[in-house]
């Protein structure tokens, strides 16, 4: 009879838009996310985390019903087990407020919180932008100031003077308030009737349901049309305007630079007054780093109690790319030490020794192959030195006879040995990690 092979199994790719970060290119990450929490941490905002699931209806009241994230992007499926609609978040600003709800997080005051987290929204992959892409984001929530706009902008440039990025601005706008953005919505409908022959097919979408987001096209054939739309801040009354004027007081008396965008525009009910962009031009159309602004009527949307609250999201994809175009390249993290195992019988008494290493803060890499404890000594050399080490730890069969072990420099002072005591590790521990 003859004898069948087996078939091969099919090879498994990640889906398109959401990508695999492997070592070399985590450590970026982790230098990012350290810096972002030291900076969040002399800001005094506290970290949040929310699902990556929520109820679809979230999203639809919370991002808006005629957004393209709610209409095209979404990643929305119904729940087998009991039916309920649910949708991978597109966005955290939503989570954030229905938590806030939820646990009544502002019942004894206002509160300065941060998230890092994947997204997930249905787009073209491209340069910066991907399916599943991650976003920090902040929320000051129950603070009716306008020195909180003001100060989470602040935050934001300090993040980037932090990560040493440059040539990067920020543009500012007003929404002002509900009655102002209404006579303005009656203007630019007024307006943009008398180009109907030139809007686009979003463009005529888009009219009579929200207007103010044509101001955001991306149609170059619309450039003078939106050009010459007229602009939100000649609705605004006194008191915006005033308020206006603070937030850009106080970003200048800080020191941070600023233009104003009559163009900026947040096309949902729930936003007003403040509103502001980090771009950098280094990124092509994937230039805007930073989106956000103050959103006061969110909470009532999403069934809480009228609660003032501003925010930003930043794309952390974006930030990795304009450091890396820019020369900012995390170095990979490397083991203090390497341990080179001439002979099997020392595997027991090496992981005793790493263990107690480890727990006193070194850190330590061990020699393990198919052939572990049998390699030769040039090639766990070899190892070691590829690892990066500053050290190689030779648990040689004397030296354990003796209750000891040889500690060989790999960087510094190249070839140097000292002897130390498999008895007092604590002693000299210390004495391997490497210097901040």
């Not at 929305?76 to 309920?84: K, M, Q, V």
């Not at 935050?155 to 990025?165: D, I, R, T």
């Not at 609705?235 to 970003?251: C, I, N, Q, W, Y």
């Not at 080179?340 to 330590?364: F, K, M, N, W, Y």
């Amino acid at each position: 009879m003859e004898k069948l092979s087996p078939q091969k199994a099919e090879k498994l790719v990640a889906v398109k838009g959401m990508n695999d970060i492997l070592p070399d290119e985590s450590a970026r990450w982790e230098a990012l996310e350290q810096t972002v929490r030291g900076v969040m941490r002399r800001f005094a905002f506290e970290n949040i985390r929310t699902p990556v699931v929520e109820q679809t209806s979230l999203f639809v009241r919370g991002t808006g019903q005629t957004t393209d994230i709610v209409m095209k992007e979404m990643y929305s499926f119904e729940d087998r087990l009991n039916g309920e609609a649910l949708t991978l978040r597109p966005e955290n600003t939503p989570g954030v407020v229905r938590a806030a709800i939820e646990h009544n997080l502002t019942y004894d005051g206002g509160k300065r919180l941060y998230y890092m987290g994947p997204m997930f929204r249905h787009e073209r992959p491209q340069r910066g932008r991907y399916r599943q892409f991650y976003q920090l984001g902040v929320e000051a929530l129950g603070f009716e100031g306008p020195e909180v706009d003001a100060e989470i902008i602040l935050l934001a440039h300090a993040l980037f003077k932090e990560l040493g990025l440059k040539n990067v601005r920020v543009e500012l706008n007003s929404l002002g308030v509900t009655g102002e953005r209404a006579a303005h919505r009656t203007a630019l409908i007024q307006y943009f009737e008398q180009f109907m022959d030139l809007l686009d097919d979003d463009a005529k979408k888009r009219l009579y349901t929200n207007p103010l987001r044509i101001l955001d096209t991306k149609n170059p054939a619309l450039k003078e049309v939106v050009h010459n739309a007229p602009m939100l801040t000649a609705f605004l009354g006194p008191e915006s305007l005033a308020r206006f004027e603070s937030v850009k007081s106080a970003l200048t008396a800080c020191g941070v630079p600023w233009t104003i965008n009559p163009l900026l525009v947040r096309g949902l009910d729930y936003y007003s007054h403040t509103v502001f962009e980090f771009y950098t031009d280094e990124l092509g159309a994937q230039g805007a780093l930073i989106g956000g602004g103050r959103y006061d009527g969110l909470f009532e949307l999403l069934g809480g109690k009228s609660t003032p609250a501003v925010g930003w999201g930043l794309g952390m994809e974006r930030v990795l790319e304009l450091l890396k175009s820019q020369g900012q390249v995390a170095s990979k993290p490397v083991p203090d030490a390497y341990a080179i195992v001439p002979d099997a019988s020392a595997l027991t008494t090496v992981l005793h020794c790493l263990q107690q290493l480890r727990e006193q803060g070194v850190s330590v890499q061990m020699h393990a192959s198919a052939n572990a404890g049998t390699a030769s000594m040039k090639s766990q050399f070899k190892k070691a030195d590829a690892s990066g080490a500053r050290y190689a730890l030779i648990f040689g069969v004397d030296e354990i006879a003796s209750g000891q072990l040889t500690v060989k420099s790999l960087r510094d002072g190249i070839g140097a040995q000292t002897v130390y005591p498999l008895n007092a590790i604590s002693q000299w521990a210390l004495k391997l990690q490497s210097v901040a």
